[in-house]
Antibody, heavy 115, light 112 residues
């Protein structure tokens, strides 16, 4: 069974950084892209970027370029998304998802940004 | 702002057919990129519903169908059921944005 399990909720201060993990199981980690998607409260889905775990090359959405870093550890089948210089509008649920058509999703990680 | 536009809401009675449009442009849907659809019940992660414009993953009921024409795509739900009440998003790729996947604005389906 394919599963993507994300790390728990985070509370951060403005200006800090947050790093969320996404541990996969049930398939070969390097066979599929991993995407990260942001969903602010009451808002739609916003694509942040992706990583090909096989070559480690990330592609980032223009909106997050310079603040987001997506990495992968193939020894633990885990992908990571780090967002820096947090501001109030970064408060959201963050999802990881697999494949070019996002066929499996993590459960989401709530990030709160508050002073 | 999203480059894929959906109606904010659609509604229908149980058993009826509803359709959700996803309007793009020549740099995304019109360029031939596939459209995928997702269903999201409030408080849960999105669920993969349709891929490659009109294909259903295993386990998705056949009352859900997708189509694509020109710079637009549509999701149809026939035989609407109470459990179909959710938010629906289209998704594609846009060549005008650096390597960017894009989502639609989202449509809330209400079962009357």
């Amino acid at each position: 069974e394919v599963q993507l399990v994300q790390s728990g909720a985070e509370v951060k201060k403005p200006g800090a950084r947050v790093k969320i993990s996404c541990k996969v199981s049930g398939y070969t980690f390097t066979d599929y892209y991993i995407h990260w998607v942001q969903q602010a409260p009451g808002k739609g889905l916003q694509w942040m970027g992706l990583l090909d775990p096989e070559d480690g090359e990330p592609i980032y959405a223009e909106k997050f370029q310079g603040r987001v870093t997506i990495t992968a550890d193939t020894s633990t089948d885990t992908a990571y998304m780090e967002l820096s210089s947090l501001r109030s509008e970064d408060a959201a649920v963050y999802y990881c998802a697999r494949s070019s058509h996002l066929d499996y999703w993590g459960q989401g990680t709530q990030v709160t940004v508050s002073s | 702002q999203s480059v894929l536009t959906q109606p904010p809401s659609v509604s229908g009675a149980p058993g009826q057919r509803v359709t959700i449009s996803c309007t793009g442009s020549s740099s995304n849907i019109g360029a031939g990129y596939d459209v995928h659809w997702y269903q999201q019940v409030p408080g849960t992660a999105p669920k993969f519903l349709i891929y490659g414009n009109n294909n259903r993953p295993s386990g998705v009921p056949d009352r859900f169908s997708g189509s694509k024409f020109g710079t637009s795509a549509s999701l149809a739900i026939t035989g609407l059921q109470a459990e179909d009440e959710a938010e629906y998003y289209c998704q594609s790729y846009d060549s005008s944005l650096s390597g960017s996947y894009v989502f639609g604005t989202g449509t809330k389906v209400t079962v009357l």
